[in-house]
Structures are given as C-alpha cells and as structure tokens.
C-alpha cells in the first residue's frame, strides 16, 4: 500500500512546475486522504519535492504514523503559532493551497503570519489524478455497490400503501448496514406522488398510496468509498401507459450511453447522446440535471457529465461514473435510472447491477 501513496505524492510533485509552486498544501479531507491514508477529521499535508509533513493535533498523533507513514508528523493545536512553526518548517516560498476548500477565514489568517510565503489559489490539486481510478478503488466501489443493490432489492417486499418515505429510508438503510455497510454515502431519498417530480426531494413523512410513483435513490459507504444508485418504481398492479412511455424513454436514453460512450469522448458529447434524446421526445424542459458525476472519496467528484461542462474536458479509461438520465413533470412525477460504472478501453463496465422491475403489484 505504501507503493500506492508513493506514486501518488510523485505524480502531484510532478505538477509544482505547472503551478509555479514550491510546495502544496493541502487541506480538503478526500484529497487528504487519498494523499496520505489519513482517515482523521483534522490535518493539514504540506508536500515539498523532497518533504511529506502531516500537521494534526493530539487526539491524532498516533493515528497518523499509523495511517500515514511516508509522512513526517508535526504536532499542531491549532494556534497562530504553531501555524507559524509548521510553514517555517519548509524553505517553500511559493505554497498552492486549495482554493475551493480554503475559507476566508484560513487565507486570511495565513496572510497574516507575515512568513514572506506567496499563496498560489489552485483551481484544482489532485482531484483530476484522483478521476482515473485504481484496481483496488473499483473494487472497493464494487463491493459497496453489491451492499446497495441487496438493499434495493428489498424494496418491492417491503413499500406498502400507508408507510412514510422516511419509514421506507430507514429500513433501506438498516438493510444497508446489516450487508456489511460502513455508513450510508448520503441520506436515503424516496420521493413518492408528486415529490418524485423534484431531483432533489428530501425525504419527508409523505405516506405511499397505492398508484403512486416512487424514486429512490441510495448508496452504501465501504472504507471511505461511496456507491450511487436510483430506481424508479409504480405502487401497483397496472401502471399507466405514460409511465411506461417515460420508464422506457429514460431506461432508453441510459443504455444509450452505456452502449456508445467509449475513452476520449468530452463530457459534451457523452451528455448530448442522453439528453438529445429526451429533447427529442419532446422532454426538454423535463431534464434539467446534469447526465452524471464522478464516484470515489466523495459522493460528487470529477469528471461531471453536464451540458455546462468545460467544452474540451474529456473521459479517460479508469474513471468511474454514475449515468442518470431522468425525466420530471411538475404535478404528475418523475423518473429517474441510475447506475454507476467503470470506464475501460472497451467501454462501460457496470458496478451497479439491482435489477429493473418497476411494478410493486
């Protein structure tokens, strides 16, 4: 494991010159983490070309010789001063910080130790090496994504007419937890009726009914990995014939993507083959979410498939991406499939696998 952290912190060294520093620090708990192994709540990383310091205080100096051993401890309380001695420890004049982890506050306070170092806001530090995923991160995805997909599996035995969405959450989540799960990647979302309308419903007391259509989405967390998924599902024996015409659009536009998106792409393009079909079927008021996002450390990561994405921003094999078409109408719901899976050189390979059987007769 120390081989993996090693080529890691070679591979960010090999970035000082493009970002005219000399030294980075770092900040931000997931870029932390995947530097050094570090799973603490509080540390700052200073990288030199020659230099590993980890700065924590004393709830965890041995946690961190213990998780991170290619770095050099500093004990660091949180004080001006012992702010003071830990950028005093390198020679570094020219330090990188994260700017969109770092406060106002922290900049702030940094500037004003007078230490003659030039901060150098970067706009991104490890998250583009932090896309391209390794063996051992795919797998741990895979086994958190297993975790979920025996959860969902559940839900037709266990929604019913007159159980809340929150009722429904919590026993997706203890489903999760008895599968071997570290925590949940984020809150349980069942949005029943008209709340599977909004992308974003947060899961309320709203009792099911029977004809009602019903969006979840849910994740597991293993080792501080995360998995993604979303089913859609009709309370009832006979869904209408609009359900079916916007399941199969949405199931469509999915496997679209899943079929014909291969390296190299821009995220332009890989966005354009779902969304110009649901444009196309008359829905382009109805998606207004990107098509997916990256999956790792954290639950929304690098690269993100979007019609806003940078036009030149591309997918490379061994990123790892949630695909998410959805389709929602104000009044009457929303649909909405979900899988995440690994880029190859050949394509696709799916890590989510619960199946599609959307009628809870």
Known sequence: MNNTYQNRLTAVRQQFDNWQIDALLITSPANRRWLSGFTGSNAMLLLTPDQALIATDSRYYERAQMEAPLFSLVKHERTRQHDRQFFQTVSARRIGIEQKHVTLEQ???????????????????????????????????????????????????????????????????????????????????????????????????????????????MGARLDGYHSDMTRTFYLGSEPPPRFWEL??????????????TRPGMTLLQVDALARDLIHGAGHKEHFGHGLGHGVGLEIHEDPFLSPRAPEKAALAAGMNITIEPGIYIPGWGGIRLEDFAWLTADGWQLLSHAPYQPVIG
Do not use: C
């Not at 399941?247 to 014909?260: E, F, G, K, S, W």
């Open 107 to 217: 900049a702030a306070r940094w500037r004003s130790l007078r230490t003659g170092i030039t901060w150098r806001p970067l706009a991104q530090t490890v998250e583009p090496l932090r896309a391209i995923k390794s063996a051992a991160e795919i797998d741990l995805m895979r086994r958190a994504a297993a975790i979920t997909d025996q959860a969902m599996a559940l839900f037709p035995q266990i929604a019913r007419p007159g159980l809340t969405e929150k009722q429904l959450a919590w026993e997706l989540e203890k489903a999760m937890m008895a599968a071997g799960a570290d925590g949940v990647a984020f809150a349980t979302s069942v949005a029943s009726g008209p709340n599977s309308a909004l992308p974003h419903h947060t899961t309320s007391t709203q009792p099911l009914q029977t004809g009602d259509i019903i969006i979840v989405d």
């Open 247 to 260: 399941y199969r659009l949405v199931q469509q536009a999915q496997q679209t993507v899943l079929q014909h």
